[in-house]
């Protein structure tokens, strides 16, 4: 199992939180999903093999919510860092 985090624009509140939290764990592969609300961050455990960092970013999107782009870490481009660690570790 990998870790994989985003930073998402606009939550505001614990609404915005359970949603994106609830379109990530939709996504196939996912096993687990938090929310950072004072972070903005999307943290969650998922198969590689089942998921990839567009799916992710979709899930988002279809939420009506956005990536932070510019908030990417240099291991990754595509603003997900993939920790590589199991779902104990959440």
Same mark, same amino acid.
């Given at each position: 199992? *990998?870790? %994989?985090? /985003? #930073? #998402?624009k606009?939550?505001? @509140?614990? =609404?915005?939180?359970?949603?994106?939290? +609830? &379109?990530?764990? *939709?996504v196939?592969?996912v096993? $687990?999903?938090? #929310?950072?609300?004072?972070? +903005?961050?999307?943290? /969650?455990?998922?198969? =590689? $093999?089942? &998921?990839?960092?567009?799916? /992710?970013?979709?899930?988002?999107?279809? @939420? %009506?919510?956005q990536?932070?782009?510019?908030?990417?870490?240099? &291991?990754?481009?595509?603003?997900?860092?993939? $920790? %590589? *660690? @199991? +779902?104990? @570790?959440?």
């Amino acid at each position: 199992m *990998e870790t %994989g985090v /985003f #930073v #998402v624009k606009d939550m505001v @509140s614990q =609404k915005d939180a359970d949603t994106i939290m +609830n &379109a990530l764990l *939709e996504v196939w592969g996912v096993s $687990r999903a938090e #929310v950072n609300l004072s972070k +903005n961050q999307a943290m /969650f455990t998922y198969d =590689k $093999r089942m &998921a990839s960092a567009i799916d /992710f970013e979709q899930a988002i999107l279809d @939420s %009506g919510y956005q990536i932070a782009h510019d908030q990417h870490t240099p &291991a990754d481009n595509q603003n997900l860092v993939n $920790r %590589g *660690e @199991s +779902n104990e @570790s959440m």
